[in-house]
């Protein structure tokens, strides 16, 4: 089975992580500007996280340019 990296391809952070990891045959890489998530994929990762909240950056550009951290946000507002 094959490890999958979500990541964005214009994110500092994401190229630094990504140029970490070690080269490996076993990870596949998902631009999710280029191919966003399926509800299927959004789903896995919150079994995984437990939180739809956790999955979303709160340094983002958008969550600043929509004043996100001023809202009350719930789960199903994240998803």
Do not use: W
């Not at 214009?10 to 890489?29: A, E, G, Y």
């Not at 959004?42 to 004043?67: N, P, R, V, W």
């Amino acid at each position: 089975m094959k490890d999958t990296i979500y990541y964005l391809a214009s994110c500092d952070t994401c190229r630094k992580i990504i140029k970490l990891l070690p080269n490996t045959n076993r990870l596949v890489f998902h631009d999710i500007r280029q191919n966003p998530l399926t509800e299927k994929e959004l789903d896995t990762l919150f079994e995984l996280s437990g939180s739809y909240e956790a999955l979303f950056s709160k340094k983002a550009q958008l969550y600043k340019e929509k004043d996100l951290k001023n809202k009350s946000l719930t789960e199903v507002d994240y998803r």
